[in-house]
C-alpha cells in the first residue's frame, strides 16, 4: 500500500519523532540526498520508525544518523527542521527550549489545520455515521449474502417450490450465521460509536444492547412511559444507539475529571452506564415507541387512500422509519392483512425502499468510478443489497454521503408507486424484500413486484445521478480524470522519450552495478537505479546529455534533467561532503547544457583516498517513480 503523502513540515516532525524527538538531536545539517543529524543519545533513535515516514528512502545510522530524503525536497525539509527548533543550520540545538519549540509549531500545525477542514455539524455528523458502520462493512457483506441466500430458500419452502423436510436445516444453519451480525447489530454499532466518540468501546456495547431489553421478565414488562404500553426490543433503533453512545461519552469523560483516580475505574464505568442506560430504557425507546404507536393512524390512512399515492409514501418513508426502529408498528399490521385476506400488500411496497438504494449506488459507481474506495465497498454490497439486505449500502455508501440517502429514498418511492398503481401484489408470508421476496408474491403478480423493482433501480439512478451526488465529490471526480488525463499523457511521452536516453560512464575505469556499491543508501537503491564508475583518474563527465539543475555547495554533487524529464544525480564520491568541497572543481554552471563529451568536474582522487572516504561515481535517476521503461547503457569512456 503506498504511503500517503505528507507536506514538508510534517515530514520534518516525524523525523524528529523517529530521531527521539528534538531534545535529543544536537544539531542538523545536509548534503545533495539526506538529512544528517548528531544525536545526543543513538538509544532513542527508532529506525523503523524513521524508515516508514512517507518521503523517507531510506536511514543510514553512522558516525551521524543520516535520513535519504532525496535532491531538491532535502534541502527543504532540513530547512523546516531547523526553523522548527529555531536555529541555523549546524548550529547546536538549545536542549531546554526544544520541547517547547515543538509544541507550539505542533499546536500551530493543528490549529491551521482545524481551519481548513471546518465543515458545517451536518457533514460531522454523516463523517461520525460512516467512520461507526465502514469498518462493519465486510460483516454486512458476508452476513448479508448468508442471509439473502437463506432468503430465497425460505421463501422457496414456504411457497411449496421445495420441499422443507430436505432444506430446512440448512437454511436454520444459514440463518444462526446471518443472525451473529444482524440480530447484535446494535451492539457493534455501540462499540464502534465509543471508538468514534471517544467513549470506552466495551461501555458502548453494552449501552447498544440495552436496547435489546436481555433481562427483561415478559410477564412483567417495562412500561413506555408515554403510553403506558409494554417497551419493545429494538424501540429507538441504530440512530437511537449512537445518540446514546454519544452522550456516553460526554459523560464518562466530565467524571474522569471529577472521580478521584484511586476509584476512578470503578465508580465511572457504573455511573455511566446507569445514568445513560436508564436514560435509554426510560426516555430514548419509550419516546421512539411513542412516535411508532402515533403513525399508526397515519399509516392506516396512507393504505386507506391505496394506490400510486399511497405506495410512493410508505417506499420512500420506510428506510428512514427503520434507522429509527419505528418499522416494528408495522409487523402487527403485516399480520393482520395476511390473517384476513391471506397475503399482505403492505410488504411488497416496503421492499422498494431497499431497490432504490441499490438504483443510487449504481450512479455513484458509474458517477464516481475515479473514487477507488467507494467503488470498491459499492461492489461488495450491491449483490447484497440485491437480495434484500439494504445496510451495507445504507450506512456504508449512501447514508454517509448524505444526499445519495435522499435521492435513494425517492427511487424506493417510485417503485412503491408503481406497485400501488398496478394494485393486487402481495406476498403470503413476512420475508426479506428485494429480489428474494419474489417467491412469495401471491396469485402469480411476481411480474408486478419485478416491474416496481425496475422502476426503484431506476428512479433511485436517476435521482440520485442528476441530483444526488455531492459537489465536493464531483470535484474530486472531476480533478481525477483531469489528472488522469495528464498522467496519461506524460507517461506515453516519457516511455518514448526515455527510451532513448544513453548513459556513459563518467570517467576513465571500471562500470559496476548498484548492488555492489560501499554505501547501503546507494547499493540498496534508496535513491534509485543506476551504477557507479571506480575512477582512474579525476577528469568527471556527464553521465547523459542535458541540463545541469543542481550544483551542491559541496560540490561534490550535480543534478542533471534530460530533456525527457529522467533527473539524474552524479554523486562523486562516498561520504565526500564533509570534504567542504576541497577535492572538487566544478567546471560546469546551473543553466547549462551538457552532453556526456562534456568534462562536468576535476577531481582529487588522492584527497579523497587520504580523508578515507570512498572514490566511486554515483549516476543515479532519482526520479524513478516516474519512469516505466527506459534504457541503460554503459560503456566505458
Known amino acids: 500500500m503506498a504511503k500517503e503523502e505528507l507536506t514538508l513540515n510534517q515530514i520534518a516532525k516525524e523525523i524528529y519523532d523517529g530521531a527521539g524527538g528534538m531534545d535529543n538531536v544536537q544539531s542538523v545539517v545536509h548534503c545533495m540526498t539526506r538529512v544528517r543529524m548528531s544525536v545526543r543519545d543513538d538509544s532513542k533513535v527508532d529506525q523503523e520508525k524513521l524508515k516508514r515516514i512517507p518521503g523517507v528512502l531510506g536511514v543510514v545510522d553512522d558516525e551521524q544518523l543520516q535520513v535519504i530524503i532525496g535532491p531538491g525536497k532535502v534541502n527543504k525539509v532540513a530547512k523546516e527542521m531547523v526553523d522548527m527548533a529555531g536555529v541555523s543550520l549546524g548550529e547546536e540545538f538549545p536542549q531546554e527550549s526544544a520541547k517547547d519549540k515543538v509544541n507550539a509549531k505542533a499546536a500551530e500545525m493543528k490549529a491551521a489545520q482545524k481551519a481548513k477542514q471546518k465543515n458545517s455539524p451536518f457533514k460531522a455528523v454523516l463523517k461520525d455515521i460512516s467512520n461507526i458502520f465502514v469498518p462493519m462493512i465486510p460483516a454486512f457483506v458476508g452476513s448479508g449474502l448468508i442471509a439473502g441466500i437463506a432468503a430465497i430458500l425460505s421463501n422457496l419452502v414456504t411457497a411449496g417450490t421445495i420441499d422443507a423436510a430436505n432444506w430446512q436445516q440448512i437454511i436454520d444453519v444459514m440463518n444462526i450465521l446471518k443472525n451473529g451480525m444482524f440480530s447484535y447489530l446494535v451492539i457493534f454499532t455501540g462499540v464502534n460509536a465509543a471508538q468514534v466518540f471517544g467513549a470506552n468501546p466495551t461501555l458502548g456495547g453494552v449501552i447498544g444492547a440495552v436496547v435489546l431489553l436481555t433481562g427483561m421478565n415478559p410477564e412483567a414488562p417495562i412500561s413506555n412511559l408515554f403510553t403506558g404500553d409494554a417497551l419493545a426490543a429494538g424501540q429507538g433503533g441504530i440512530l437511537g444507539v449512537i445518540f446514546a453512545v454519544w452522550l456516553l461519552a460526554i459523560v464518562e469523560k466530565k467524571l474522569h475529571q471529577v472521580i478521584p483516580d484511586a476509584v476512578d475505574i470503578i465508580i465511572t464505568p457504573m455511573l455511566s452506564l446507569l445514568v445513560i442506560g436508564l436514560l435509554e430504557i426510560f426516555l430514548i425507546m419509550p419516546l421512539a415507541g411513542f412516535i411508532s404507536n402515533s403513525m399508526v393512524s397515519g399509516i392506516n390512512w396512507v393504505l386507506a387512500v391505496g394506490g400510486a399515492f399511497s405506495g ?5 418513508l420506510f428506510l428512514p422509519m427503520v434507522m429509527f426502529g419505528l418499522h416494528q408498528i408495522l409487523t402487527p399490521i403485516h399480520i393482520q392483512m395476511i390473517g384476513e385476506t391471506g397475503k399482505t400488500l403492505l410488504l411488497p411496497i416496503l421492499a422498494m425502499a431497499g431497490a432504490g438504494q441499490v438504483g443510487a449506488a449504481f450512479a455513484l459507481w458509474m458517477k464516481l468510478r475515479k473514487d477507488k474506495e467507494l467503488t470498491e465497498m459499492i461492489k461488495g454490497a450491491l449483490p447484497v443489497g440485491i437480495l434484500g439486505i439494504g445496510e451495507p449500502l445504507i450506512y456504508g455508501v449512501t447514508l454517509p454521503l448524505g444526499r445519495p440517502f435522499i435521492t435513494a429514498c425517492i427511487g424506493g418511492g417510485i417503485g412503491g408507486a408503481v406497485i400501488g398503481a398496478i394494485g393486487g401484489v402481495g406476498a403470503i408470508a413476512i420475508g426479506p424484500s428485494g429480489a428474494a421476496l419474489i417467491p412469495l408474491i401471491a396469485e402469480g403478480r411476481w411480474w408486478g413486484h419485478v416491474l416496481g423493482l425496475l422502476a426503484a433501480y431506476v428512479g433511485g439512478f436517476i435521482a440520485t445521478y442528476f441530483f444526488g451526488i455531492p459537489k465536493d465529490k464531483l470535484t474530486e471526480q472531476e480533478l481525477a480524470e483531469e489528472t488522469a488525463m495528464e498522467v496519461a499523457k506524460s507517461e506515453t511521452t516519457t516511455s518514448r522519450a526515455h527510451a532513448t536516453n544513453v548513459f556513459t560512464a563518467v570517467a576513465n575505469g571500471s562500470v559496476h552495478p548498484l548492488v555492489e556499491a560501499a554505501d547501503p543508501v546507494f547499493s540498496e537503491k534508496m535513491m534509485g537505479e543506476g551504477y ?60 547549462q547544457s551538457v552532453t556526456p563529451e562534456t568534462q562536468v568536474a576535476s577531481v582529487d582522487l588522492a584527497a579523497i583516498k587520504a580523508s578515507g572516504k570512498g572514490t566511486s561515481m554515483m549516476v543515479l535517476i532519482t526520479n524513478m517513480d516516474d519512469v516505466e521503461t527506459y534504457v541503460l547503457e554503459k560503456t566505458v569512456r
Open 532 to 591: 557507479f564508475v571506480e575512477p582512474v583518474d579525476g577528469e568527471i563527465f556527464s553521465p547523459v546529455a542535458g541540463k545541469i539543475t543542481t550544483i551542491f555547495p559541496t560540490k561534490h554533487a550535480i543534478g542533471i534533467t534530460t530533456d525527457s524529464g529522467l533527473e539524474v544525480l552524479l554523486h562523486m564520491g562516498i561520504n565526500t561532503v564533509e570534504l567542504a568541497g576541497k577535492p572538487f572543481d566544478v567546471l560546469v554552471t546551473a543553466g
Open 312 to 316: 410512493f409514501v410508505l417506499g420512500a
